[in-house]
T-cell receptor, first 115, second 114 residues
């Protein structure tokens, strides 16, 4: 079990550019979550996948954000036309997806800085 | 109603002492309460979790105390060590929410002095 991995770990981009992050969940975990964490705050839910289906999106997820999970394995989170307010740590988590099993395991995160 | 309020914001404890972090919630439909530990530059790591049908759960030096009537739960770190210095987050998820998404508190920065 190698844990949840995320790539890249750090990304610096200019305002207006597009960025894409990748998350590889723990194998056999069919639930995958994206959260956003700003400095000094707890993580905030962005979106959730059950296998390849995106089942819930937070109102925090503006139209500039899109997430995919093709084939129910890894996931990507893309931010188009980045803004300075998008600067944050983007965290991915996965869980087994069994009924009543809530344990979520987080990756190391991708730190995005928009200049 | 979907908030989880965490206190204190920061905490300093001497090595060997007990660290206590508190969380409170309003929504009685919450049914899963985990605690996470986060070191700088790392993702949150699941420490321990509890459900409302028990009042206490202990794993090593970490104990969750749960008071259903007061809608409060707390993390106790016994024999605190400098290596425990980190930010701790409580969280909760709703029984009827099929996504099981977590709602986090604002965090407590713990410093354990040698």
């Amino acid at each position: 079990d190698t844990g949840v991995s995320q790539d890249p770990r750090h990304k610096i981009t200019k305002r207006g550019q597009n960025v894409t992050f990748r998350c590889d969940p723990i194998s056999e975990h069919n639930r995958l979550y994206w959260y956003r964490q700003t400095l000094g705050q707890g993580p905030e839910f962005l979106t959730y996948f059950q296998n390849e289906a995106q089942l819930e999106k937070s109102r925090l997820l503006s139209d500039r954000f899109s997430a995919e999970r093709p084939k129910g394995s890894f996931s990507t989170l893309e931010i188009q036309r980045t803004e300075q307010g998008d600067s944050a740590m983007y965290l991915c988590a996965s869980s087994l997806g069994l009924a009543g099993v809530n344990e979520q395991y987080f990756g190391p995160g991708t730190r995005l800085t928009v200049t | 109603q979907q908030q989880v309020k965490q206190s204190p914001q920061s905490l300093i404890v001497q090595k060997g002492g007990i660290s206590i972090i508190n969380c409170a919630y309003e929504n009685t439909a919450f049914d899963y309460f985990p605690w996470y530990q986060q070191f700088p530059g790392k993702g949150p790591a699941l420490l321990i979790a509890i459900r409302p049908d028990v009042s206490e759960k202990k794993e090593g030096r970490f104990t969750i105390s749960f008071n259903k009537s007061a809608k409060q739960f707390s993390l106790h770190i016994m024999d605190s060590q400098p290596g425990d210095s980190a930010t701790y987050f409580c969280a909760a998820s709703l029984r009827m929410d099929s996504s099981y998404k977590l709602i986090f508190g604002s965090g407590t920065r713990l410093l354990v002095r040698p």
